[in-house]
């Protein structure tokens, strides 16, 4: 048979406190932090954090852990760029351009999303800037054109009178309005 490892506490029976610091610590629930999950929002959170990541996720909790916008300023990008024309920002694992610095060549940029003062200032320099301006809602598609029985049902008896006569109208014919005898 092979020897076996002596358990951890077995090498410290003998010492006094077994490791655990001077001879009245590590004896009482004091030493335990709480129950369970005690402690999940405060004093025990690292541990969640570290050895749980995925435990309070469910509740609506913002993990510490997440990923932010990255973002790069103009004068980095004049340095990143150096005598090339174009640069992929994307590739490079940036988010949005901000305006910060100067630009002083023209260059054609391309990331997700610029700053409006971004945009603007690397077209003055002649270049161009591929991609979203940030906080500008996409343009809205013109409103679809009502068909005629959603337009009558809008309408009353008098108001189809009128849009009869318009139709007449436009259609080079002369109106002819019947009125209903009471």
Do not use: W
């Not at 490892?5 to 090498?11: E, V």
């Not at 405060?42 to 973002?71: A, D, I």
């Not at 940036?94 to 630009?103: H, Q, S, T």
């Not at 023209?106 to 997700?112: C, D, F, G, I, N």
């Amino acid at each position: 048979m092979s020897a076996r490892k002596k358990k951890k506490i077995q090498k410290k029976r003998g010492h006094r406190t077994c490791s655990h610091g001077g001879s009245k610590k590590h004896r009482n629930k004091g030493s335990q932090g709480g129950k369970g999950r005690a402690g999940s929002f405060g004093h025990n959170m690292t541990y969640l954090l570290k050895y749980e990541p995925g435990h309070l996720g469910s509740k609506g909790f913002k993990s510490k852990t997440g990923r932010r916008l990255r973002t790069i300023n103009l004068r980095s990008i004049v340095k990143l760029a150096g005598k090339e024309k174009s640069i992929d920002l994307e590739s490079m694992g940036y988010d949005k351009v901000l305006a910060a610095g100067e630009i002083t060549k023209p260059l054609e940029v391309k990331a997700a999303s610029f700053s409006a003062m971004a945009k603007d200032k690397i077209e003055k320099a002649g270049g161009k800037a591929i991609g979203e301006v940030a906080g500008q809602e996409p343009k809205e598609k013109a409103p679809a054109k009502e068909n005629a029985k959603a337009k009558k049902k809008k309408e009353g008896p008098a108001e189809e009178e009128e849009s009869a006569e318009e139709e007449a109208e436009e259609s080079g014919e002369e109106a002819v309005l019947e009125e209903a005898d009471s």
